[in-house]
């Protein structure tokens, strides 16, 4: 039962490259999310998938993309990273509402 | 959208002590979780509870919906215990994603 995986665990970038950080889940939920979480900050929603074929905004969208590419998975995709998104980054699913949310392991981020 | 806020943020205590974490919301919410994210950075489900009390061993929760506050009592606290425990919190009205509040960090002392 492995729930949420994310890949990869680790990650060093130069500044302007491009990379996507894949997740999966395995507990046939709706709704993927993806946090990133700073120094002695809670964590914040960067993007959301309430459903199969549709996204949204969450509280700090910019510099990021997201594709639902299934119902399983939910990738993030930085096009030209900046250290001010050097980060810890957390993929989550839930099914309903008012269901418990579950997260992976989390994919740590450096840009340099 | 909905502010999450917990108090105190930070604590530290001796092995064996009690303790007690507050999460307070602005708005009435429709899913409330505890997480305890340990040392490694793992965030781990402790509770799902919008509403009423919860046990887990030497773990218990307490959810107060109308006067939009959640406690989680910690007993005989161990070293193991440590980290990070963060509320979240979500209103439907507000979409479908928790929102966080920053988290008390607890370190337990032997």
């Known amino acids: 039962n492995a729930g949420v995986t994310q890949t990869p665990k680790f990650q060093v970038l130069k500044t302007g490259q491009s990379m996507t950080l894949q997740c999966a889940q395995d507990?046939?939920?709706?709704?993927m999310y993806w946090y990133r979480q700073d120094p002695g900050m809670g964590l914040r929603l960067i993007y959301y998938s309430a459903s199969e074929g549709t996204t949204d905004k969450g509280e700090v969208p910019n510099g990021y993309n997201v594709s639902r590419l299934n119902k399983r998975e939910f990738s993030l995709r930085l096009e030209s990273a900046a250290p001010s998104q050097t980060s810890v980054y957390f993929c989550?699913?839930?099914?309903?509402?008012?269901?418990?949310?579950?997260f992976g392991q989390g994919t740590r981020l450096t840009v340099v | 959208g909905i502010q999450v806020e917990q108090s105190p943020p930070d604590l530290i205590l001796q092995e064996g002590a009690n303790s007690t974490l507050r999460c307070n919301f602005s708005d009435s919410v429709n899913n409330l979780q505890w997480f305890h994210q340990n040392p490694w950075g793992q965030l781990i489900n402790l509770f799902y509870?919008?509403?009423g009390t919860k046990q887990n061993g030497r773990l218990s929760a307490t959810t107060v919906a109308t006067e939009r506050y959640s406690l989680l009592y910690i007993s005989s606290s161990q070293t193991t215990d440590s980290g990070v425990y963060f509320c979240?919190?979500?209103?439907?009205?507000?979409?479908?994603?928790?929102?966080f509040g920053k988290g008390t960090s607890l370190l337990v002392t032997p």
């Open positions: 507990m046939n939920h709706n709704s």
């Open positions: 509870i919008p509403s």
């Open positions: 979240a919190v979500l209103n439907s009205n507000s979409g479908y994603a928790l929102n």
């Open positions: 989550a699913s839930k099914d309903q509402v008012n269901t418990e949310a579950f």
